[in-house]
Every structure is written in structure tokens, then in C-alpha cells.
């Protein structure tokens, strides 16, 4: 099995809005209330790109920059993986209803937010980023493919990698055909070597005889109504400081099975 380090993690979530707020809640410690979001105005993002920024990338980067508080690490300096089931269905639900319409007009900002790497892009505008991008889009195993990239990013080419995963629910009539109940973003910068900010040290492997790991309660719930939700247990496991392993599917007959260790 190959081996990385978790060095920080973001979360945005109904009921838990960062890390820090998510970690009694995930051991089980204090009630899961799913309250809604609150509205997030990204930090990173110079005025003129924040007034042209969605819903959909201020949910990325409300993920993203929680992982940044908790490390040292420039993020100047990482290479990303965007891990999006959808990504922005309420741009393509406007354009296609705009191009439906008579006279058809469509809005550049629309145009310009409508690419499923938008949010990579915002992203390097923000930090000034020089390291390498991936955007991944894989249903409702994005999450796991996306980890699987970022994992490789960092043992492959030897680059601290971050991993944000995230979706929002779509609006009628596409949620009829892709129900994504609740917003939800997750995000993981892995490392190469441990550092003194090490939370856990993470190897995994393919596997296609175990079965994905679940929850309980609402917790479940959650982690049924968006892929993005899907890190749950992983981040679950990390918020008790404990070793285990974690499987996520990553199709109908593959998983990834994540191993974690104490550092």
C-alpha cells in the first residue's frame, strides 16, 4: 500500500459548517442539528472575481480555506484536485433555459462560471498557484476518485496535494433526476513527509470484496444526499483519533480501502 499524510481538513456542511465545529459532532460527542449553511464570502478571492463567483465556488473555497487555517503550508505552492459530481447545475439549468427562450441570451458571467474547472480556476487566480490542477467529475464516487488522484499527485509526483470535493443541489427540474438533497464540501491536503500539523498518516488500496463504509442516523443520511459527503466517515475516523480502515466506493464493483494510522 502507498502512504501520505493528512495535514489539515476542511468541511462545509448543513449542521457543520468547519472542522473544528464538525469534530464533537463526528465522535459523537454533541447532537447532529442540520442547521443550514450561512451565506460564506470566500477570503481568498479579490473583489472583482468575488462579485463573479457562485454559490458552488464559494462552497469549494468556504472547504478549502478551512483546510488553510490549519496548516503552514503556502497554498501558492500545492497542487489541487477538484472532485465534483456536477458542479454548477444552477449555471446550466439558466444557460439551457436562456437558450429556450426567445430571444436567447445568454450572460457571460454565466458563460465564464459554466466549465466544470471553474472552480480550480478561481482557485489559482486566488492564491496565485503554480503546481499542477485536476478537475474530476465521477458521479456519486467523485470523492473517492478524487482522493485516489490526490493521493497519486502526492506519491507520484511528489507534490503536496489538496483535495476539495464539493456539490450543491441543483434546481427543478434537473433535482428530479439528480436529487443532491444538501450543500456539502470536504477538502484534505495530503503530504509526502509527516510534519509536527500531521493528523494521521493514510495508505490505501483497490479493493473489489469490501463493502463501503456507512453511518448512522442523520450522519447517514448526509452522507447519502451529496458525493462530496461521502468523506464522512473518513473525516469521522479522524475526529475520533483512531486508527481504521475506511471503505468508499469508487464504482458499482471497485472500492477504495483507506487504512489510517496515529503519526
Known amino acids: 500500500m502507498n502512504r501520505v499524510f493528512i495535514e489539515a481538513v476542511g468541511l462545509a456542511a448543513p449542521g457543520l459548517p468547519s472542522w473544528e465545529a464538525a469534530q464533537p459532532i ?74 429556450a427562450a426567445t430571444p436567447r441570451v445568454i450572460s457571460p458571467t454565466d ?68 436529487p443532491i438533497a444538501a450543500p456539502v464540501a470536504s477538502a484534505l491536503l495530503l503530504t509526502k513527509d509527516r510534519t509536527s500539523r500531521s493528523l494521521a498518516a493514510l495508505s490505501w488500496a483497490w479493493s473489489r470484496t469490501e463493502t463501503e463504509t456507512s453511518l448512522t442516523g442523520e450522519l447517514e443520511v448526509l452522507r447519502l444526499s451529496n458525493p462530496a459527503a461521502r468523506a464522512l466517515p473518513l ?6 483519533g483512531v486508527q481504521g480502515r475506511i471503505v468508499l466506493a469508487a464504482n458499482r464493483e471497485l472500492a477504495l480501502a483507506v487504512d489510517l494510522q496515529l503519526p
Open 235 to 240: 473525516l469521522g475516523t479522524l475526529a475520533r
Open 26 to 99: 463526528l465522535r459523537g460527542t454533541a447532537p447532529y442539528v442540520a442547521a443550514p449553511l450561512p451565506p460564506y464570502t470566500p477570503n481568498l478571492l479579490p473583489p472583482n472575481e468575488r462579485r463573479r463567483s457562485t454559490a458552488t465556488v464559494r462552497l469549494a473555497f468556504q472547504a478549502g480555506e478551512d483546510a488553510l487555517r490549519r496548516t503552514s503550508l503556502s497554498a501558492q505552492e500545492l497542487a489541487t484536485v477538484f472532485a465534483s459530481s456536477d458542479a454548477d447545475l444552477n449555471i446550466i439549468h439558466r444557460i439551457c433555459s436562456a437558450l
Open 111 to 178: 458563460f465564464h462560471n459554466s466549465v466544470h474547472n471553474a472552480a480550480a480556476g478561481y482557485w489559482s487566480i486566488a492564491v496565485g498557484a503554480r503546481s499542477a490542477s485536476t478537475s474530476i467529475s465521477a458521479h456519486d464516487y467523485s470523492f473517492a476518485l478524487g482522493l485516489a488522484e490526490a493521493c497519486g499527485s502526492v506519491c507520484v509526483d511528489g507534490l503536496n496535494t489538496l483535495l476539495i470535493a464539493f456539490d450543491l443541489p441543483p434546481p427543478e427540474p434537473l433535482y428530479a433526476k439528480r
